[in-house]
């Protein structure tokens, strides 16, 4: 069986965006409304400048106390993230994810269209099994190289 690509798993294929000049209020109810876990930042042009997560607002405003309608989502987001073509796999991504410590890939065409975000709940556990052993190996080869 030929393996998924992140375009073909992911859940919502509208894309969910702010202003980088929005409140962080504002993208918490934009997210909650369209139950997303995360919204992508872009300027006037259409262009990704960041993304922002749950746990952005978790340990950025909500841990720090800080007041989300005063705080804008530029003052927060992660800047310039990593995002993957559609046509990556599912297990790649998962991957990257792991590797890096994120649940959010925002899927980017040859073009810079944003088609989507991957989430990792967007993964099957077949694949999240894959990509678990590929880390694996990729630790192993790494170690016997060191060795």
């Known amino acids: ?49 960041g993304i922002l997560t749950e746990r952005d607002l978790m340990t950025k405003i909500v841990a720090q106390r800080r007041d989300p309608e005063a705080t804008p989502v530029s003052a927060i987001m992660t800047h310039n993230p990593h995002f993957i073509a559609p046509q990556t796999t599912v297990s790649d ?16 065409s040859s073009t810079s269209q944003l088609l989507g975000v991957f989430s990792i709940r967007d993964a099957m556990p077949r694949e999240l099994a894959e990509a678990d052993t590929m880390a694996e190996q990729i630790d192993q080869e790494f170690t016997n190289v060191l060795s």
């Open 1 to 49: 069986m030929t393996e998924r690509t992140v375009l073909q798993s992911i859940g919502q294929r509208h894309v969910l965006t702010v202003k980088p000049d929005a409140s962080s209020y504002h993208a918490a109810c934009a997210m909650t409304k369209a139950h997303c876990g995360s919204i992508l930042i872009v300027d006037d042009g259409g262009a990704m400048l």
């Open 93 to 108: 991504a998962v991957l990257i994810m792991k590797r890096h410590n994120f649940r959010h890939l925002p899927v980017v």
